[in-house]
T-cell receptor, first 113, second 110 residues
Framework: NAGVTQTPKFQVLKTGQSMTLQCAQD?????MYWYRQDPGMGLRLIYY???????DKGEVPNGYNVSRLNKREFSLRLESAAPSQTSVYFC????????????FGSGTQLSVL | DAKTTQPTSMDCAEGRAANLPCNHS???????VYWYRQIHSQGPQYIIH???NNETNEMASLIITEDRKSSTLILPHATLRDTAVYYC???????????FGTGTRLQVTL
């Protein structure tokens, strides 16, 4: 039981390049989330998904797209990376229902030059 | 989901109790109070949660006021390893926007 797995752990991009951050969970969770964390700041919600095939915008969705093709995986895509997207990205998941906590991945550190 | 307000930072001497407050004055009746912490740049880790009763587990205690508008996380004997950012958030059981504030940076000192 690996929990929430994010790949890659580190990535350096040039401005304008595209890439996809991968997230997978093996806990049969319904809901999945993408957050970004800038240095010295809190977590900000980018997108979330309540179930397979559905996604909704969070607080800071501009410049990102997401895909929830199946229950396990929730990917985050940067179509044209900008230096302002330099951040640490965290994926999280949880079951629906009361008493259900969030489980987080270990993060992806992204630098856009 | 209700918003929360926490102090930006707090200090605590090692071995003493750390009491971290959180205001959630707009909390609704079916929203739970959850606490997470983030050590350095790791992914946040669950600590404890509750609805209206006080709760205790091996990591901490959670005290929720009777009107549920605020709560306090208590680390009974803080150690240097408890130095972290602590987040208080409130949410229901159904899928929803789970937004974190900036949290409280707790520094435990010798």
């Amino acid at each position: 039981n690996a929990g929430v797995t994010q790949t890659p752990k580190f990535q350096v991009l040039k401005t304008g390049q595209s890439m996809t951050l991968q997230c997978a969970q093996d806990m049969n969770h319904n809901s999945m989330y993408w957050y970004r964390q800038d240095p010295g700041m809190g977590l900000r919600l980018i997108y979330y998904s309540a179930s397979e095939g559905t996604t909704d915008k969070g607080e800071v969705p501009n410049g990102y797209n997401v895909s929830r093709l199946n229950k396990r995986e929730f990917s985050l895509r940067l179509e044209s990376a900008a230096p302002s997207q330099t951040s640490v990205y965290f994926c999280a998941s949880r079951l629906d229902g009361n008493n259900e906590k969030l489980f987080f991945g270990s993060g992806t550190q992204l630098s856009v030059l | 989901d209700a918003k929360t307000t926490q102090p930006t930072s707090m200090d605590c001497a090692e071995g003493r109790a750390a009491n971290l407050p959180c205001n959630h004055s707009t909390i609704s009746g079916n929203e739970y109070v959850y606490w997470y912490r983030q050590i350095h740049s790791q992914g946040p880790q669950y600590i404890i949660h509750g609805l209206k009763n006080n709760e205790t587990n091996e990591m901490a205690s959670l005290i929720i006021t009777e009107d549920r508008k605020s709560s306090t996380l208590i680390l009974p004997h803080a150690t240097l390893r408890d130095t972290a950012v602590y987040y208080c958030i409130v949410y229901t059981g159904t899928a929803s926007k789970l937004t974190f504030g900036t949290g409280t940076r707790l520094q435990v000192t010798l």
